[in-house]
Nanobody
Framework: QVQLVESGGGLAQAGGSLKLSCAVS????????MGWFRQAPGNEREFVAA????????YYADFVKGRFSISRDNVKNTVFLQMNSLKPEDTALYYC??????????????????WGQGTQVTVSS
């Protein structure tokens, strides 16, 4: 059974930074494409970033380009989301997700097979 556990969320000020982590167990992490999504209250869950199985390709939503960076450590079975220049509109519950193809270029929820429970990020103005 594949399990994903996010951590690193919390409260930050506008302009600040946070780094999210997602530890994966129970599967072959090094073969998965990984993604980050977020959901703000009253909104649908939306794509944030994704990375291919070897980290060679990364993909971002337009609203985080230049501010967020996704990376992975295939030894530690962990994917990261470095978030800089945070804005109040980045406030959301952040989820990591895994997809079996490994390509990492998917952006729709139904293309990811495994999900974590989420970690809350709150950005104050």
């Amino acid at each position: 059974q594949v399990q994903l556990v996010e951590s690193g969320g919390g409260l930050a000020q506008a302009g600040g930074s946070l780094k999210l982590s997602c530890a994966v167990s129970g599967g072959t992490f090094r073969t998965y494409g990984m993604g980050w999504f977020r959901q703000a209250p009253g909104n649908e869950r939306e794509f944030v970033a994704a990375i291919s199985w070897n980290g060679g390709s990364t993909y971002y939503a337009d609203f985080v380009k230049g501010r967020f960076s996704i990376s992975r450590d295939n030894v530690k079975n962990t994917v990261f989301l470095q978030m800089n220049s945070l804005k109040p509109e980045d406030t959301a519950l952040y989820y990591c997700a895994a997809e079996k193809s490994g390509w990492g270029y998917f952006r729709r929820e139904n293309e990811f097979e495994h999900w974590g429970q989420g970690t809350q990020v709150t950005v104050s103005s």
